[in-house]
T-cell receptor, first 114, second 115 residues
Framework: AQKVTQAQTEISVVEKEDVTLDCVYE???????LFWYKQPPSGELVFLIR??????QNEISGRYSWNFQKSTSSFNFTITASQVVDSAVYFC???????????FGPGTSLSVIP | EAGVTQSPTHLIKTRGQQATLRCSPI?????VYWYQQALGLGLQFLLW???????NRGNFPPRFSGRQFPNYSSELNVNALELEDSALYLC??????????????FGPGTRLTVL
């Protein structure tokens, strides 16, 4: 059963617009980790952020911000003032306390149009 | 410090052949993970090796196998290749996966094309 859902398959925005990528996860563990990765056309996964289940503090890093809400099992990612270089596939992911693998969502393909 | 390396970058095979993909973990890491990213199927966990042992396996047929060497590098073997095996294969390494959380660091991937 899929445990990470990214309902948006593809998103297109015009440069400088803000965009939010949604992520909903499912787990029975009380301790778990959530991640966001960026995959540019080159294919390599670029780590963006890790959150553990006990840290619900939202985080901002430059133009990126993350909103973690345990009550709704969501871990959304917002890019402010998007740029063409932000065009990529973004994956939300989950690691449970088995620590044996990362469970990826299906990804959201973001296109930022100049 | 060198990251996770994978070879080859690209690999082209024909149906029925065997493919061997290689991964070198970050120095000091003992766990190696393999993931498959096939078109339309997203990133799926394949195999996990730690200290030379297979620790976990995803929902893949036995045609997919691998091993981990004493230096912790790893090989992924795909036998009797099928067209749908065409994918990007990503390797990741971590300090260990057997005692709590450790960050997985991903390599650049090997793109396998089956004709």
């Amino acid at each position: 059963a899929q445990k990470v859902t990214q309902a948006q398959t593809e998103i297109s925005v015009v440069e400088k617009e803000d965009v939010t990528l949604d992520c909903v996860y499912e787990t029975r563990d009380t301790t778990y980790y959530l991640f966001w990765y960026k995959q540019p056309p080159s294919g390599e996964l670029v780590f963006l952020i890790r959150r553990n289940s006990f840290d619900e503090q939202n985080e901002i890093s430059g133009r990126y911000s993350w909103n973690f809400q345990k009550s709704t099992s969501s871990f959304n990612f917002t890019i402010t003032a998007s740029q063409v270089v932000d065009s990529a596939v973004y994956f939300c992911a989950l690691m449970e306390t088995s620590y044996d693998k990362v469970i990826f969502g299906p990804g959201t393909s973001l296109s930022v149009i100049p | 410090e060198a990251g996770v390396t994978q070879s080859p970058t690209h690999l082209i095979k024909t149906r029925g052949q065997q493919a061997t993909l290689r991964c070198s973990p970050i120095s000091g890491h003992t766990s190696v993970y393999w993931y498959q990213q096939a078109l339309g199927l997203g990133l799926q966990f394949l195999l996990w090796y730690d200290e030379g042992e297979e620790r976990n396996r995803g929902n893949f047929p036995p045609r997919f196998s691998g091993r981990q060497f004493p230096n912790y590098s790893s090989e992924l073997n795909v036998n009797a290749l099928e067209l749908e095996d065409s994918a990007l294969y990503l390797c990741a390494s971590s300090a260990t996966g057997t005692s709590g959380y450790n960050e997985q660091f991903f390599g650049p991937g090997t793109r396998l094309t089956v004709l």
